[in-house]
């Protein structure tokens, strides 16, 4: 059964797991990001998926979001709903940013499907590779199927 876990300062040892799985599949190696929460995916209890809220500016109500999976089963509609929840409900931000790049045709489908904004930059992650930026509101999201009441 999949099942999400939030993780914070209060779970230091939970919270660096999850970023370190992210950061690995991401960024092939672990502590690229600081000053994070995350939230794990389970699958009987084994760490499938995770996500990253990171760069958080309280004041101006945005945040960026990274997430990564070992498994496509992750992603279900009660999983969205606490991605989003995350940000948009507990932290009251009105902007998420997804950084991806343009290799990850994957991840770019699956912001699309989503309804996310999107601006192309190129060479944004080297002469080489550009990279997608994602926008979604909090007016998208309360709009959004995927959004659990």
């Known amino acids: 059964m999949i099942e999400t876990e939030y993780y914070g ?3 230091p040892q939970q919270n660096r797991i999850v970023g370190d799985f992210v950061s690995n599949l991401v960024w ?6 600081e000053k994070y ?20 500016h309280p004041d101006e109500g945005i945040i960026e979001l990274s997430s990564a999976s070992l498994s496509k089963k992750w992603l279900t509609k009660r999983v969205i709903s606490a991605m989003f929840a995350l940000p948009f409900e507990l932290l009251g931000c009105q902007l998420v940013v997804l950084r991806v790049s343009e290799r990850n045709t994957g991840m770019c489908k699956i912001a699309r499907r989503f309804g996310f904004d999107e601006t192309y930059i190129p060479r944004l ?3 080489d590779e550009g990279e997608m930026i994602f926008r979604y509101t909090d007016d998208q999201w309360r709009e959004s199927p995927y959004r659990g009441d």
């Open 9 to 11: 300062p209060q779970t």
């Open 28 to 33: 092939k190696q672990p502590g690229m990001l």
């Open 37 to 56: 929460c995350t939230m794990g995916v389970f699958d009987d209890g084994e760490l499938i998926a995770g996500t990253v809220y990171h760069n958080w």
């Open 125 to 127: 992650r080297g002469r």
